[in-house]
């Protein structure tokens, strides 16, 4: 997942409806650099002088008792930064950030895409960030309606995580442990986001994390094992004005290499900046550059209740590592759609990854944004 800077007509309004401060200008903010000085596990937690945070987690999961329930699920925290000094307003509304989790269930046996949000100032009975070395990362109340909370913990090894919403029928409760060791996306965790230096996240990733735990879809829990992967970025700075979108391919290889692509589109829909990251069976880095690979589009999918055109089928070749992937959706529709931002919408899919005999060569997840005449992106709250 990358920064956008699309919603800015919501700005004023969410400043309004959740009664924040007056926001300080982009200089107060620290921006991402390529000399970032590490330090984990404290760096899983908030870093409360960027604007933008997020952590993020999609994953393949079957059910212990009966392997013909297959589940893809998406699980992620945002976190707005409304202003980075002192509070402006004495007042128990007064916050730092906004809170925004979204949270999906792909049930790939029923054919069906349940989706569910969160949005919430971060104050003592909402929602909140832990401070290292807190167990607790993320939380937040439930939507309206469920007596619960959404949860991010850090257990040690990797991580643990809630969520439930009753009105949706959906809740899971997992725990993850690193497969493999953390990677960095770009050196030293320095992701370029376009031609300036400027346009940049920090930004790091478990590609392959061990997962088990409970799955409820409808009244009906399933225990559930798998694999999921997790991103991890925080930056401050906006993308330039004529990218209006990305896909992004995190994949999975039954050889034990994992592929990151993301590609941001410009106005006309075409190609603007682009990078990736091959990591080895053995976890070694490989970082590319767009001449490396080459992505084209076999079919397109068109969403009945937003009328956005998504790709939905795409061929990716890496001539120098031999690879020819077809990556093809699990299920059509598993677009995301808000009901607290109207404009919000975007597509966020398990995908199985086939060779050119058609044998299967491992999974993954995609995410399409930007696609719509009026869409906003997953990170609306920049």
Do not use: C
Not at 37 to 45: E, G
Not at 103 to 122: M, V, W
């Amino acid at each position: 997942m990358i920064f956008s800077n699309r919603a800015r007509r919501i700005t004023l309004l969410l400043s309004l409806l959740f009664l924040a401060p007056v926001l300080s200008s982009q200089l107060d903010w620290q921006e991402a650099r390529p000399d970032y000085s590490w330090s984990f596990p404290q760096d899983h937690w908030a870093h409360s002088g960027y604007k933008t945070e997020w952590w993020y987690f999609t994953g393949h999961l079957i059910s212990r008792e009966n392997p013909q329930r297959r589940f893809g699920y998406q699980f992620t925290f945002f976190r707005k930064g409304l202003r980075p000094g002192p509070l402006a307003l004495e007042s128990q509304w007064a916050s730092h950030n906004l809170i925004m989790g979204h949270a999906a269930i792909t049930d790939l046996a029923g054919g069906r895409h349940l989706f569910s949000e969160i949005l919430y100032r971060e104050v003592s009975f909402l929602g909140g960030f832990g401070t290292y070395p807190e167990s607790r990362i993320v939380w937040s109340r439930a939507p309206a309606g469920t007596d619960s909370t959404w949860e991010l913990h850090w257990n040690g090894d990797g991580f643990d995580f809630q969520m439930g919403d009753r009105a949706r029928g959906m809740a899971f409760q997992l725990s993850t442990r690193p497969l493999k060791p953390l990677v960095f996306q770009g050196p030293n965790g320095y992701s370029r986001k376009g031609e300036s230096s400027s346009a940049a996240s920090q930004y790091y990733s478990f590609t392959r994390l061990g997962t088990q735990g409970s799955l409820s879809i409808d009244g009906e829990t399933f225990q559930v094992e798998g694999e999921s992967w997790m991103d991890k970025e925080f930056g401050s700075n906006q993308l330039a004005e004529n990218q209006v979108g990305w896909d992004w391919l995190s994949l999975q290889l039954e050889d034990g290499r994992e592929l990151m692509i993301y590609q941001l589109r410009d106005s006309t829909g075409a190609t603007d900046f682009a990078q990736g990251t091959l990591v080895s069976e053995s976890g070694e880095v490989r970082y590319l550059e767009p001449e490396d690979w080459e992505i084209q589009v076999v079919e397109h999918w068109k969403s009945p209740e937003t009328g956005a055109r998504y790709p939905s089928r795409w061929m990716v070749r890496l001539a120098q590592e031999n690879l020819e992937l077809e990556i093809i959706p699990q299920l059509a529709d598993q677009e995301n759609r808000s009901q607290i931002l109207a404009d919000l919408y975007y597509w966020e899919g398990a995908v199985a990854i086939l060779g050119s005999s058609g044998e299967r060569l491992g999974r993954g997840y995609v995410e399409l944004t930007g696609y719509g005449s009026k869409n906003l992106l997953p990170s609306a709250l920049n």
